[in-house]
């Protein structure tokens, strides 16, 4: 990965276990990987560099953005994945990203495979499992949302950070599936303010393994059809 960028370094440090830190210009950024992010997770891997360079599909809309930044911390998260796990992924992706919104969280991704004696400490049954300061706070699939929710219900909120502009819209459009994202922009394309209320874009899309009835497209799956979705979506304001 460093030698594909000569703004990338990479420092070995003698030490017990597998580990390695991410940090920027010097100083540690609060991203912790105990694995070696290979399979689904090397794309977790790139997105947090791409995180800390302000870049990234995984970032959310500015409203949200801030509600990061108001938890209340500090917070130390620590996620045990497997290498193999198609959830994985989102979730250790969405946290990546909230440590660097927020300098207050730090978050660790865990190969259980490789920590078997933590898992069995810990009775993990299943991944991705969440821990927040110790405590567990989420099992299995999780979009940002969702878990920023569990965050700020369990840490709380900086009244001082939090937004309080209060937003008007034309449209709000209920649904984020390919239906709700079709009347969003449509309703944009014609000039409307317009918001969608919806737990994640692609809704129950997101959860096809293959899909081959789209017309002219032969062959996709949900997650992609769903960035393609998201996109779209965010070609209009």
Do not use: W
């Amino acid at each position: 990965v460093a030698e594909c960028s000569d703004h990338i370094t990479c420092m070995v440090n003698e030490g017990s276990g597998l580990k390695f830190t991410i940090g920027k210009n010097g100083k540690p950024t609060g991203i912790t990987f105990r694995a070696i992010p290979n399979g689904h997770e090397f794309t977790s891997l790139l997105l947090a560099i791409l995180n800390l360079d302000g870049k990234g599909k995984n970032f959310p809309d500015e409203a949200v953005c801030n509600r990061v930044k108001a938890l209340k911390g500090p917070i130390h998260l620590v996620t045990y994945v497997s290498l193999t796990c198609t959830n994985c992924p989102d979730v250790v992706q969405a946290l990546n990203a909230m440590t660097t919104l927020n300098p207050s969280i730090t978050h660790e991704m865990v190969d259980g495979a490789l920590y078997q004696d933590e898992v069995d400490a810990l009775k993990i049954q299943g991944v991705p499992s969440v821990f927040a300061d110790g405590k567990l706070l989420h099992v299995g699939r999780g979009e940002f949302g969702e878990l920023l929710a569990k965050l700020e219900a369990q840490y709380g909120i900086d009244e001082t950070k939090a937004e309080t502009e209060v937003k008007e819209y034309d449209v709000i459009v209920a649904g984020g599936g390919p239906a709700g994202v079709s009347a969003a922009i449509y309703s944009a394309r014609k000039g409307l303010r317009v918001a969608i209320v919806a737990e994640r874009v692609g809704g129950q899309v997101k959860e096809t393994v293959g899909i081959e009835n789209l017309i002219s497209v032969p062959e996709t799956t949900g997650s992609e059809l769903a960035d393609n979705l998201k996109t779209h979506l965010l070609r209009y304001p």
